[in-house]
């Protein structure tokens, strides 16, 4: 096919790095203290769930925002004696999306990952079977002759049939997927939320976008509903 269906994925989502944060760390040389140590540890807050504790005898005590408690010092004291230190050490802020994004992390500190099967697939452009590309692209062509050399837009119900053809007469668009020539401005985006549009297909960009070039309206947690938006760019 002459074009190719990228999504229009959140920023958090694409980068491959994830945003660090500091911590305290203390290093435990005998491994056989490792367990009365973590039973004086105060737990971790619910945000840092997705960090391992533990790694290669570094033991993560918490976040430096909050100050070593002196109780927690002179428990540690009665463990290891008067000699250890806090080290402070760089860790992933937030559990990992992406495989990469977990590849990169765990090279800092290990932590928890459970891959989003449909947010990979996006990424390795497997979410789209050949015949579902193929349908998306004919619905757009269609969205272009609609447009007649200007801005084009089609909707399809979920029968898969072009709504201005068929018998649909419900209210709400819930379900269906809109084709457009022009990425909508914020207007038009706003409409399509409203309308409660499952999916959204545009082509070219243009400088006010709400779905990608000025804003990211699919992104904004302020509205109750939100559709996912793929972008159709023609191979040359």
Same mark, same amino acid.
């Given at each position: 096919?002459?074009?190719? !269906?990228?999504?229009?994925?959140?920023?958090? !989502?694409?980068?491959?790095?994830?945003?660090?944060?500091?911590?305290?760390v203390l290093n435990v040389i005998e491994k056989k203290k490792l367990g009365e140590? *973590?039973?004086?540890?105060?737990?971790?807050p619910t945000w840092a769930n997705h960090l391992k504790r533990i790694k290669s005898g570094n033991v993560l005590i918490q976040p430096l925002s909050f100050p070593i408690d002196e !109780?927690?010092?002179?428990?540690? !004291?009665n463990v290891f004696g008067e000699i250890f230190t806090f080290e402070r050490v760089?860790?992933?802020?937030?559990?990992?999306?992406t495989r990469q994004q977990f590849t990169w992390a765990k090279q800092r500190w290990p932590v928890e990952f459970h891959p989003n099967k449909n947010v990979e697939a996006m990424l390795n452009g497997t979410f789209f079977d050949k015949k579902q590309q193929k349908e998306i692209i004919n619905f757009f062509l269609e969205a272009e002759k609609v447009g007649n050399g200007?801005?084009?837009?089609?909707?399809?119900?979920?029968?898969?049939?072009?709504?201005a053809k068929s018998?649909?007469?419900?209210? *709400?668009?819930?379900?269906?997927?809109?084709? *457009?020539?022009?990425?909508?401005c914020?207007?038009?985006?706003?409409?399509?939320?409203?309308?409660?549009? %499952?999916?959204?297909?545009?082509? =070219? =960009?243009?400088?006010?976008?709400? *779905?990608? %070039?000025?804003?990211?309206?699919?992104?904004?947690? =302020?509205?109750?509903?939100?559709y996912q938006v793929f972008r159709i760019d023609e191979v040359l």
């Open positions: 096919l002459p074009f190719e !269906i990228r999504p229009v994925l959140a920023h958090d !989502i694409m980068n491959e790095e994830i945003p660090l944060t500091e911590f305290f140590i *973590l039973k004086y540890l105060p737990q971790m !109780i927690l010092r002179l428990k540690l !004291i760089l860790v992933p802020s937030r559990k990992p999306i200007g801005p084009g837009c089609l909707m399809v119900d979920l029968e898969g049939k072009v709504v018998n649909t007469l419900q209210y *709400l668009g819930t379900g269906f997927d809109v084709y *457009l020539t022009e990425e909508p914020s207007m038009c985006a706003m409409a399509l939320v409203h309308f409660r549009v %499952s999916r959204v297909f545009f082509c =070219r =960009r243009i400088p006010k976008g709400a *779905l990608e %070039s000025s804003w990211r309206i699919q992104e904004e947690k =302020r509205i109750n509903h939100h």
